[in-house]
Protein backbone atom coordinates (compact mmCIF):
# COMPACT_ATOMS: atom_id res chain seq x y z
CA UNK A 1 0.00 0.00 0.00
CA UNK A 2 1.35 3.35 -1.08
CA UNK A 3 0.32 5.76 1.80
CA UNK A 4 2.82 5.48 4.44
CA UNK A 5 4.68 8.37 5.60
CA UNK A 6 6.16 10.61 3.11
CA UNK A 7 9.75 11.52 4.75
CA UNK A 8 11.88 11.96 1.47
CA UNK A 9 10.43 14.22 -0.91
CA UNK A 10 11.72 11.93 -3.86
CA UNK A 11 9.11 9.92 -2.89
CA UNK A 12 6.61 13.02 -2.31
CA UNK A 13 7.29 14.09 -6.07
CA UNK A 14 6.35 10.73 -7.75
CA UNK A 15 3.24 10.36 -5.83
CA UNK A 16 2.36 13.95 -6.53
CA UNK A 17 2.38 13.13 -10.20
CA UNK A 18 -0.46 10.13 -9.68
CA UNK A 19 -2.91 11.07 -12.17
CA UNK A 20 -6.37 12.33 -10.69
CA UNK A 21 -7.82 9.12 -12.51
CA UNK A 22 -5.88 6.83 -10.23
CA UNK A 23 -6.60 8.58 -6.98
CA UNK A 24 -10.35 8.43 -8.21
CA UNK A 25 -10.16 4.87 -8.55
CA UNK A 26 -8.32 4.26 -5.30
CA UNK A 27 -10.91 6.33 -3.27
CA UNK A 28 -13.85 4.44 -5.37
CA UNK A 29 -11.98 1.08 -4.16
CA UNK A 30 -11.62 2.65 -0.35
CA UNK A 31 -15.73 3.29 -0.34
CA UNK A 32 -16.76 0.03 -1.53
CA UNK A 33 -17.03 -1.04 2.18
CA UNK A 34 -17.73 -5.11 1.42
CA UNK A 35 -15.09 -5.93 -1.48
CA UNK A 36 -12.92 -8.02 1.13
CA UNK A 37 -16.59 -9.97 2.09
CA UNK A 38 -18.94 -11.62 -0.09
CA UNK A 39 -21.41 -14.43 1.22
CA UNK A 40 -18.62 -17.48 0.27
CA UNK A 41 -15.94 -15.30 1.43
CA UNK A 42 -17.67 -14.83 4.63
CA UNK A 43 -18.40 -18.44 5.02
CA UNK A 44 -14.79 -19.67 4.67
CA UNK A 45 -14.01 -17.05 7.18
CA UNK A 46 -17.12 -19.02 9.69
CA UNK A 47 -14.87 -22.03 9.47
CA UNK A 48 -11.60 -21.41 9.81
CA UNK A 49 -12.89 -19.27 12.81
CA UNK A 50 -15.17 -22.08 13.91
CA UNK A 51 -11.85 -24.64 13.64
CA UNK A 52 -9.95 -21.66 15.76
CA UNK A 53 -11.80 -21.51 18.60
CA UNK A 54 -12.29 -25.85 18.84
CA UNK A 55 -8.28 -25.50 18.67
CA UNK A 56 -8.16 -22.72 21.60
CA UNK A 57 -10.71 -25.11 23.69
CA UNK A 58 -8.28 -28.14 23.68
CA UNK A 59 -5.43 -26.38 24.79
CA UNK A 60 -4.92 -26.33 28.76
CA UNK A 61 -6.40 -23.46 30.87
CA UNK A 62 -2.55 -22.95 32.57
CA UNK A 63 -1.16 -22.08 29.30
CA UNK A 64 -0.82 -18.53 28.64
CA UNK A 65 -3.15 -16.99 25.82
CA UNK A 66 -0.35 -14.56 24.84
CA UNK A 67 1.72 -17.63 24.59
CA UNK A 68 -0.62 -19.76 22.69
CA UNK A 69 -1.08 -16.90 20.38
CA UNK A 70 2.45 -16.43 19.80
CA UNK A 71 2.84 -20.07 18.91
CA UNK A 72 2.36 -21.97 15.40
CA UNK A 73 -1.13 -21.66 15.37
CA UNK A 74 -1.40 -18.15 14.12
CA UNK A 75 -5.14 -17.00 13.65
CA UNK A 76 -6.25 -18.48 10.56
CA UNK A 77 -7.50 -15.06 9.66
CA UNK A 78 -4.69 -14.33 8.32
CA UNK A 79 -4.65 -17.24 5.46
CA UNK A 80 -7.99 -17.07 4.85
CA UNK A 81 -8.00 -13.42 3.94
CA UNK A 82 -4.55 -13.29 2.81
CA UNK A 83 -5.88 -12.68 -1.28
CA UNK A 84 -7.76 -9.76 0.13
CA UNK A 85 -5.22 -8.17 1.71
CA UNK A 86 -3.05 -8.17 -1.86
CA UNK A 87 -6.19 -7.05 -3.34
CA UNK A 88 -6.12 -4.15 -1.56
CA UNK A 89 -2.56 -2.97 -2.16
CA UNK A 90 -2.85 -3.84 -5.76
CA UNK A 91 -5.07 -1.23 -6.46
CA UNK A 92 -3.61 1.30 -5.19
CA UNK A 93 -2.81 3.72 -7.93
CA UNK A 94 1.17 4.38 -6.22
CA UNK A 95 1.72 1.04 -5.73
CA UNK A 96 4.37 0.51 -8.09
CA UNK A 97 6.03 3.77 -6.78
CA UNK A 98 5.69 1.81 -2.88
CA UNK A 99 7.51 -1.42 -3.01
CA UNK A 100 5.97 -2.15 0.22
CA UNK A 101 2.51 -3.73 -0.67
CA UNK A 102 4.04 -7.03 0.66
CA UNK A 103 6.28 -6.05 3.88
CA UNK A 104 5.65 -5.74 7.47
CA UNK A 105 6.36 -2.04 7.61
CA UNK A 106 4.63 -0.60 10.55
CA UNK A 107 3.90 3.12 9.30
CA UNK A 108 2.04 1.00 6.27
CA UNK A 109 -1.46 2.56 6.88
CA UNK A 110 -2.68 -0.09 4.01
CA UNK A 111 -1.80 -2.99 6.27
CA UNK A 112 -3.20 -0.86 9.20
CA UNK A 113 -6.14 -0.61 7.89
CA UNK A 114 -6.90 -4.25 6.24
CA UNK A 115 -5.88 -5.63 9.86
CA UNK A 116 -8.70 -3.16 11.49
CA UNK A 117 -11.17 -4.30 9.10
CA UNK A 118 -10.42 -8.24 9.69
CA UNK A 119 -10.50 -7.20 13.21
CA UNK A 120 -14.05 -6.06 13.20
CA UNK A 121 -15.39 -8.95 11.15
CA UNK A 122 -13.94 -11.69 13.57
CA UNK A 123 -15.42 -9.42 16.83
CA UNK A 124 -19.09 -9.21 14.52
CA UNK A 125 -18.96 -13.03 13.67
CA UNK A 126 -18.09 -13.80 17.07
CA UNK A 127 -20.67 -12.54 18.64
CA UNK A 128 -23.57 -13.79 15.83
CA UNK A 129 -21.76 -17.31 16.85
CA UNK A 130 -22.85 -16.89 20.49
CA UNK A 131 -26.39 -15.72 19.34
CA UNK A 132 -26.59 -18.74 17.43
CA UNK A 133 -24.93 -21.29 19.42
CA UNK A 134 -23.87 -19.92 22.58
CA UNK A 135 -20.75 -19.38 23.96
CA UNK A 136 -18.57 -21.35 22.14
CA UNK A 137 -15.95 -21.76 25.00
CA UNK A 138 -15.16 -19.44 27.86
CA UNK A 139 -11.92 -18.76 26.93
CA UNK A 140 -13.10 -16.98 23.76
CA UNK A 141 -14.12 -14.25 25.52
CA UNK A 142 -10.64 -13.89 26.87
CA UNK A 143 -9.20 -14.12 23.78
CA UNK A 144 -11.62 -11.60 21.49
CA UNK A 145 -11.37 -8.98 24.46
CA UNK A 146 -7.70 -9.38 23.73
CA UNK A 147 -8.40 -8.79 20.13
CA UNK A 148 -10.44 -5.95 20.78
CA UNK A 149 -8.37 -4.17 22.30
CA UNK A 150 -5.55 -4.42 20.06
CA UNK A 151 -8.46 -3.15 17.34
CA UNK A 152 -8.46 -0.14 19.12
CA UNK A 153 -4.87 0.24 19.60
CA UNK A 154 -4.65 -0.23 15.69
CA UNK A 155 -7.16 2.32 14.82
CA UNK A 156 -5.18 5.10 17.09
CA UNK A 157 -2.11 4.03 15.81
CA UNK A 158 -3.89 4.54 11.70
CA UNK A 159 -5.22 7.56 12.70
CA UNK A 160 -1.52 9.12 13.89
CA UNK A 161 -0.22 7.78 10.51
CA UNK A 162 -3.36 9.41 8.49
CA UNK A 163 -2.47 12.66 11.13
CA UNK A 164 0.76 12.64 10.68
CA UNK A 165 1.46 12.16 6.76
CA UNK A 166 0.25 16.19 6.42
CA UNK A 167 -0.29 15.26 2.82
CA UNK A 168 -0.04 18.62 0.30
CA UNK A 169 -2.61 19.20 -2.23
CA UNK A 170 -6.55 18.61 -2.38
CA UNK A 171 -6.63 14.65 -3.66
CA UNK A 172 -3.81 13.34 -1.65
CA UNK A 173 -5.61 14.98 1.10
CA UNK A 174 -9.11 13.62 0.16
CA UNK A 175 -7.61 10.26 0.00
CA UNK A 176 -6.25 10.28 3.51
CA UNK A 177 -9.71 11.50 3.94
CA UNK A 178 -11.61 8.81 2.40
CA UNK A 179 -9.11 6.30 4.25
CA UNK A 180 -10.26 7.46 7.44
CA UNK A 181 -13.87 7.86 6.68
CA UNK A 182 -14.00 4.69 5.51
CA UNK A 183 -12.73 2.84 8.47
CA UNK A 184 -15.35 4.90 11.01
CA UNK A 185 -18.57 4.13 8.45
CA UNK A 186 -17.08 0.13 8.20
CA UNK A 187 -16.89 0.24 11.78
CA UNK A 188 -20.37 1.99 12.34
CA UNK A 189 -22.36 -0.86 9.88
CA UNK A 190 -20.61 -3.64 11.50
CA UNK A 191 -22.21 -2.31 14.89
CA UNK A 192 -25.39 -1.57 13.85
CA UNK A 193 -25.71 -5.24 12.29
CA UNK A 194 -24.76 -6.73 15.36
CA UNK A 195 -26.94 -4.46 17.88
Not at 92 to 100: G, L, N, R, T, Y
Not at 133 to 146: D, E
Request: glycine share 2%; with cysteine.
Amino acid sequence: MALVLLYDDARSQRICSASAVEISTFRQFLKTEKVFYNKSRVGALLLHHYQFLMDLAATPVSKELSAWLESDRKLPVMHCLRADIQDLCACCPWVSECKQQDCSAADCIGRLMASQLITDVYECEQRRMDKFIGAVISKSRRFFYLLQKNSRQQQNSLFDLVDLLKLKGKEEGAVAHACRTTLINYRSALKTAIS
